[in-house]
């Protein structure tokens, strides 16, 4: 997984940290993916499982390689599967 193709990978499993929101609440949070939804990804906060609604943030992902790559959320909405294809 590089810069360039991360938007067609599956994200269970890497890090991200919220950079920006239009909830205030929900900016600095981070952790790693468990789960993706067509509209959430699952966040795995501490102890905590937390959903996040991908069209009011901006994430940024810690890939494999230490690369780090922000993405707007609204652009990601849909189902994992269709994303990994058609982006």
Do not use: C, Y
């Not at 993706?36 to 994430?59: A, D, H, Y």
Request: glycine content about 6%; aromatic content about 2%.
């Amino acid at each position: 997984m590089t810069r360039s193709n991360a938007l067609r990978h599956e994200w269970i499993g890497l890090k991200v940290k919220i950079v920006d929101s239009r909830d205030p609440t929900l900016r600095g949070r981070s952790g790693v993916i468990v789960d993706e939804t067509r509209r959430t990804i699952l966040l795995q906060e501490g102890e905590r499982v937390i959903r996040i609604p991908k069209n009011v943030v901006v994430l940024k992902f810690t890939l494999p390689n230490g690369e780090e790559v922000e993405v707007d959320g609204r652009k990601t909405i849909m189902r994992p599967e269709e994303r990994i294809k058609n982006l």
